[in-house]
Every structure is written in structure tokens, then in C-alpha cells.
């Protein structure tokens, strides 16, 4: 596709479940980025990937969080046994490369996840 | 790691107005974006400054960068309310980390 995409653009689930989140970045595009924003927050950075490698998991906040990308391609951010406080919106971006000190991130539209 | 600080954090004008958001780096800025994010949407990539000095333009809204203040500013002319939205400034990967910066955001309403 022309640009990001992310699936499913909202999800609502019970609290204790375990949630997927897919991200489908621009095609050729090396390095894959996850944040997160809380209402009325800014953009919180959990993970990235270069290639099919994360060497920056610093951002994850707990271990219920985790992600995974294959094929330089699709990547799936999973939240085990969701709390009210990971309610926000999940954001993917992708962007040429990474490591090179200015690299346009490109975004994708978000998937919202209530946690009731 | 570098901070981006933006301001002001929220902004109500009035339909034709002009008006400038700011965006504060704490370290020196090499290069920086701007990002529009709509109520519930993504973000839509606006520009990106890389020189010092550099402008831009984009239909009404021209951003500056002067590296000598570590700053950025966004000027929207004769505003409409279709500039509503939340307006972010980013900064890329710098000293070895490959995790780019973004501001909390300004939150512009704009009212017709």
C-alpha cells in the first residue's frame, strides 16, 4: 500500500485479555517504530525495529507488553492480560532507515484500544 | 536524552488569525519536523527542517528553524478551521540514540 496501515483501528476488550495490534509499514522501509498516546498525552515511545531486530526494548513499559516483526515487513505489538491504564492509541510508523540522524518517520492511523 | 518542550500547549483563535507555535530543544537541534495530528486520527507529516536558518512553507504554514536558539516555529496564516488539530514537533535520532524526540504536542481550535 502507499502508506502505513495498522489493524484493528479500534478494539475494546476486558480487562485480564490478551490483545494484538498489526502494524503493515510502507514497503521497503527498514525500520519500524511503535509509540503509544494516552488522552491529552504525547507520544510515547515503546520499541523499534531495524530489520527484523529490536535493539531498543527500553520503552516497553511492563513485560505484559511485547513485539515481534517478520520478514522486514508486518510487525504485531501484544499486550497479555490488559490493565484499564494500556486504554490509549497504539502508533506505527516506519521510515527508510534508522541510525541516520534526520529519517522522515511516516505514520500510520492509530488503533484505539479501551480496556474495560 | 534531548527534550523538545512546545508551546503554547493549547490555542483557541478565531477564524482568519494568525498565530505561531514554538518548539524548544534541550540540546542543539540538527534538524527538526512537524507533524499534524486530527482529533482521533494519525499523523500527517508537514515538513522537515534540517539547515539552520532553513524555512518552509506549505500552503499557509511556513515553519522556520534558527539552530543558534535551538528552536522551531510554526506560523499558520489567516488560520482556518481546517488548521485545527494537534501539531507536534519532532526531532530525529541523535548522539547514538536511535530514538526519535517528539514535543507533548499544541492543541489549536480554530473557531469559524
Known amino acids: 500500500g502507499a502508506g502505513v496501515s495498522q489493524s484493528p483501528s479500534n478494539k475494546v476488550t476486558e480487562k485480564g485479555k490478551d490483545v494484538e495490534?498489526?502494524?503493515d509499514p510502507i514497503s521497503g522501509h527498514t525500520a519500524l517504530y511503535w509509540?503509544?498516546?494516552r488522552l491529552g498525552q504525547g507520544l510515547e515511545f515503546l520499541i523499534y525495529f531495524q530489520g527484523n531486530s529490536a535493539p531498543d526494548k527500553s520503552g516497553l513499559p511492563s513485560d505484559r507488553f511485547s513485539a515481534e516483526r517478520t520478514g522486514e515487513s508486518v510487525s504485531t505489538l501484544t499486550i497479555q492480560r490488559t490493565q484499564q491504564e494500556d486504554s490509549a492509541v497504539?502508533?506505527?510508523a516506519s521510515s527508510l532507515y534508522s541510525g541516520i540522524l534526520q529519517e522522515t518517520q511516516y505514520f500510520g492511523p492509530g488503533t484505539r484500544l479501551l480496556v474495560l | 536524552s534531548q527534550e523538545l518542550e512546545q508551546s503554547p500547549q493549547s490555542l483557541i483563535v478565531q477564524e482568519g488569525k494568525n498565530l505561531t507555535i514554538n518548539c524548544t530543544s534541550s540540546k542543539t537541534l540538527y534538524g527538526l519536523y512537524w507533524y499534524k495530528q486530527k482529533y482521533g486520527e494519525g499523523l500527517i507529516f508537514l515538513m522537515m527542517l534540517q539547515k539552520g536558518g532553513e524555512e518552509k512553507s506549505h500552503e499557509k504554514i511556513t515553519a522556520k528553524l534558527?539552530?543558534?536558539k535551538q528552536?522551531?516555529?510554526l506560523h499558520i496564516t489567516?488560520?482556518?478551521p481546517s488548521h485545527a488539530g494537534i501539531y507536534l514537533c519532532g526531532a530525529?535520532?541523535?548522539g547514538g540514540s536511535y530514538i526519535p524526540?517528539?514535543?507533548r504536542g499544541t492543541s489549536l481550535i480554530v473557531h469559524p
Open chain 1, 21 to 23: 495490534l498489526r502494524c
Open chain 1, 35 to 37: 509509540y503509544r498516546q
Open chain 1, 90 to 92: 497504539y502508533l506505527c
Open chain 2, 66 to 68: 534558527d539552530e543558534k
Open chain 2, 71 to 73: 528552536q522551531s516555529s
Open chain 2, 78 to 80: 489567516a488560520s482556518q
Open chain 2, 92 to 94: 530525529g535520532a541523535s
Open chain 2, 101 to 103: 524526540t517528539f514535543g
